[in-house]
Structure formats: structure tokens, C-alpha cells
């Protein structure tokens, strides 16, 4: 059974400020694909120290885009943001093994996630529904 709260429709300011808030993230995560894919010298160097060869930097970019692309658009936004989690998690899993400081380094891809999720969370009412927020205590 839906209650009322779950199937009202969302207000235009929510929905504007869900989407301002995806367009953020958006513009970083493209920005951060493509200069993987330039594999530009900043780039470069971050792959050294992290050990890792500097060729793997465009198909890494590709695969973030794509991920990004599939974001962007409504029907594929929840597997996007899923394969984008994953892609996250695993720069989490770089940045802790070569002890990069946990709060600014290390955790910064932990809320580049949160904020992906929230956003399609405030806009996308699948998702509402998929995973209700209820306020007060649980039935």
C-alpha cells in the first residue's frame, strides 16, 4: 500500500534543485573522464605514484563516461549510478592503500557517491519508491 506522501508528485523547486545538484556532480565526473582520457601529465604522475601504469588512464576515462552517459539518462540512471559506485569505490580502495590522508583523500570518492545517490534519489520517484524515507518511527 503507497500513502499519500509516497505518491504525491514531487515540487518544481525539489525537482530543480535535484537537478542542479546531479548537474554539479555531472560536470566533475566529466571533467575528472576527460582528462583520464587525455591522460594529461597531472594525470600521469597521480598513476605513478599510485603505482599503476599510465596507459590504463583512457580506458578507465572511457569507462567513467560511459558510466556517466548512462547516469545522465533516465531510464539506465539507476544501473549508471550503480557501475559509477563501483568505479568510486575502487578509487577509495587506490587511495587507501597507498595511505592517502582517509578524510580528504581517501574518503573524497565516498562523497562524490553520496551525493550521486542523493541526487537521483530527489529525482527519480523509482527510487522513492524502491527505498522509502519515512519520518517519525517504523511501523
Given amino acids: 500500500m503507497v500513502d499519500a506522501a509516497q505518491s504525491a508528485p514531487q515540487s518544481k523547486t525539489k525537482a530543480r534543485i535535484a537537478h542542479a545538484i546531479a548537474g554539479i556532480v ?8 576527460v582528462i583520464h582520457i587525455l591522460a594529461i601529465t597531472p594525470v600521469v604522475e597521480s598513476f605513478n605514484q599510485l603505482g599503476y601504469p599510465a596507459h590504463l588512464s583512457p580506458g578507465l576515462g572511457i569507462f567513467e ?3 556517466l552517459i548512462m547516469y545522465v539518462i533516465p531510464r539506465t540512471s539507476v544501473l549508471g ?3 559509477l559506485t563501483g568505479y568510486l569505490g ?18 573524497f570518492p565516498v ?11 530527489m529525482r527519480d520517484s ?11 518511527k517504523y511501523e
Wanted: hydrophobic letters at 60%; proline letters at 4%; a positive charge.
Fill in 26 to 33: 555531472i560536470l566533475f565526473l566529466l571533467f575528472d573522464s
Fill in 65 to 67: 563516461l560511459i558510466c
Fill in 81 to 83: 549510478t550503480i557501475l
Fill in 90 to 107: 575502487g578509487a577509495v580502495a587506490v587511495q587507501l592503500r597507498v595511505g592517502a590522508p582517509l578524510l580528504s583523500t581517501a574518503l
Fill in 111 to 121: 562523497y562524490v557517491g553520496v551525493v550521486l545517490w542523493g541526487a537521483l534519489y
Fill in 126 to 136: 523509482r527510487l522513492r519508491t524502491l527505498v522509502p524515507l519515512r519520518q517519525g
